[in-house]
């Protein structure tokens, strides 16, 4: 499935085909999830089949007590009535304690099946290609985490014990009543009918009005993620109050859908209740006109009024659980089609082992696109020598940033293919490609955690001392020091805050650390300062020493430093040779350096 289907989901209208493999999809992901804890939900059904039938046989042992129990004792025999009572007694004493047993034992599936599910969403979404990530919104990958796992949760905290108990109940009540008077029965199986009628009603309207305040929620979920992610540009450009009109829309939205499904409740919780006191008053005539004329025992008809009173009390809860079924239903879609999702780099199913790298980078016939309409690289050929520092540079949308993320194999070319020493990334290790090829982006992002954690992401096992000489090497050593706790400073606490320069120093340790054989800069060095800039590229220099460099720079400081300069338009290569080469020349390159030097002037 395409992430524009999954996005497509977030609406709530949706054709009959569609709705059926949507629900067929979820119904797999239930199985599967329900598959390796069947031993448990046996054992844990036989349970709460006992217990129930242990709380419905009260009212049949009350008519036995009264029609049999009660002459006895009359006539001096108290045993009949004993048993009766201690019978009683005991069918309630073993309900609870089942009852108890079956809490615990459902508790403890629903926890499974919630850990399971977590986690599958949390390595499935981790697992997922890059293009996945830049169109499905942080925000909904939330929502599946938190608003749709909440919904799932209560289902099978509450919901699930709602149904069995009262499905159940139900159930052996009706049996229970056609044993004790079969004239009874019947008109209990008559009322079924109109109940049934209004529960179709309900389930019909209720799951539109259920998916629409998923979608709802989903959108309130976005919105103020976003928001707060983006609140510097809130800040500085001032927009708190179209945000706050635009929130408020949402959050109307949201009321006005929950509104609907009350609405609903309010027609269908009313009308359970009138289904079951007429049902109850016509048991009473029926049963009374019976009793009068002797073919209907009082006790009978007080265990079949007792059941009746029973059979519609489950109604409620089971309205209830439809309440928690439809919203869980609804969030499980949505979860359904993230897991359904394939990475669009697909690892090789035979992968070739490349224990010791070169760094020999080449792009054969190589052909990218985004989308159909959006080709980024035409047929572009290139070869890196291993151990050659090339700088891309050219304007926005040249295709600089596509083709680092093509060596990187964050995409796979739409034809052709991209190597590593003559061996085509799609074939090899994904082991050996990550330790092999690291970029370095202008987002430098920090992990919660110490600096020195976050230096060491780039190769777990690394010494302390490694740490140190890494971030000496990109000159970050000095302000780590200055920091509270210097390596061990919790960069999410307060006075653990770094710079949006520093934090790209740490970036740069870290890359360095993972010692990779191709190092990708895509605008790495945007958020540093003059001096900053200037330490780092002392440390490039040594640190890019015998190593594959791809520098994609605007400042042409940094370009500097490299072997070869290429300069992209429109997807293709219209310079290529040394800086001081093209510097001496009269193409793109010459003027853009005349440009930046006169800036500085």
Avoid: C
Avoid at 120 to 128: A, D, E, K, N, S
Avoid at 156 to 166: A, E, P
Avoid at 208 to 232: D, H, N, P, Q, Y
Avoid at 489 to 512: C, H
């Amino acid at each position: 499935m395409s992430v524009t289907g999954v996005m497509g989901e977030e609406r709530d209208d949706f054709s009959r085909a569609e709705s059926r493999q949507i629900r067929q999809r979820s119904i797999a992901l239930l199985s599967s999830l329900l598959r390796p804890l069947w031993g448990r939900v046996t054992v844990t059904a036989l349970v709460v089949v006992l217990s129930t039938a242990a709380q419905v046989v009260g009212p049949a042992l009350i008519a036995i007590g009264i029609d049999n129990g009660l002459p006895a004792a009359l006539n001096a025999d108290w045993m009949p009535l004993w048993l009766t009572v201690a019978g009683y007694l005991a069918a309630g004493i073993m309900g609870a304690v089942l009852i108890s047993s079956y809490t615990v034992m459902s508790a403890r599936i629903s926890q499974a099946i919630l850990l399971d599910l977590r986690k599958r969403v949390f390595l499935h979404t981790q697992r997922l290609s890059l293009d996945f990530h830049e169109n499905y919104t942080s925000g909904r990958i939330i929502a599946r985490q938190t608003s749709d796992l909440d919904s799932i949760r209560e289902l099978l905290d509450s919901g699930i014990n709602q149904l069995v108990r009262g499905g159940l109940y139900m159930g052996f009540i009706t049996v229970a009543m056609f044993l004790v008077d079969w004239v009874s029965g019947l008109l209990l199986l008559i009322a079924l009918v109109p109940l049934a009628v209004l529960f179709r009603w309900f389930q019909r309207r209720s799951q539109a009005g259920f998916r629409r305040t998923r979608v709802a929620s989903a959108r309130l979920i976005v919105k103020f993620v976003e928001t707060m992610t983006g609140i510097r540009a809130v800040k500085a450009f001032r927009t708190e109050k179209r945000n706050e009109e635009v929130f408020g829309e949402h959050v109307e939205e949201y009321r006005d859908a929950n509104a609907k499904v009350i609405q609903l409740f309010g027609t269908f919780e009313p009308g359970l209740i009138l289904l079951g006191n007429v049902t109850l008053a016509a048991l009473l005539l029926v049963g009374g006109l019976r009793v009068a004329d002797g073919q209907l025992a009082i006790g009978a008809l007080l265990a079949v009024l007792l059941y009746s009173r029973q059979f519609f009390a489950p109604v409620e809860e089971l309205a209830m659980f439809y309440n928690s079924y439809q919203s869980a239903a609804a969030a499980l879609e949505k979860i359904s089609g993230v897991l359904e999702e394939r990475p669009s780099v697909q690892d090789p199913t035979t992968p070739i082992d490349l224990w010791q790298a070169k760094g020999g980078v080449g792009f054969d016939g190589v052909e990218f696109a985004y989308t159909e309409d959006r080709v980024v690289l035409p047929s572009f050929d290139l070869q890196i020598p291993a151990g050659q520092t090339i700088a891309l540079v050219g304007s926005t949308g040249a295709g600089k940033s596509t083709l680092a993320k093509l060596i990187s194999r964050f995409y796979d070319p739409t034809q052709g293919r991209v190597s590593l020493d003559g061996v085509d990334l799609r074939r090899l290790h994904p082991k050996d490609l990550r330790r092999a090829i690291v970029m370095v982006t202008q987002e430098a992002y920090l992990f919660s955690g110490t600096v020195g954690g976050n230096i060491a992401l780039g190769k777990p096992d690394a010494t302390r001392d490694e740490i140190v000489a890494a971030a000496k090497a990109v000159g970050a050593h000095d302000f780590i020091e200055r920091l509270p706790d210097g390596y061990e400073t919790d960069v999410n606490k307060r006075g653990g805050r770094v710079s949006a320069g520093q934090r790209q120093l740490i970036s740069f340790a870290r890359a360095f650390l993972a010692d990779p054989v191709v190092l990708i800069l895509d605008e790495a060095t945007a958020s540093l300062d003059i001096p900053s800039e200037r330490l780092v590229q002392e440390g490039l220099q040594t640190l890019l020493a015998d190593r594959t460099a791809v520098i994609i720079a605007h400042r042409l400081s940094t370009v500097a430093i490299a072997d070869r300069v290429l300069v992209m338009e429109h997807g293709r290569i219209v310079e290529d040779g040394a800086p001081e080469e093209l510097i001496a020349g009269t193409g793109s390159f010459a003027r853009m350096h005349a440009a930046w030097r006169d800036s500085l002037v």
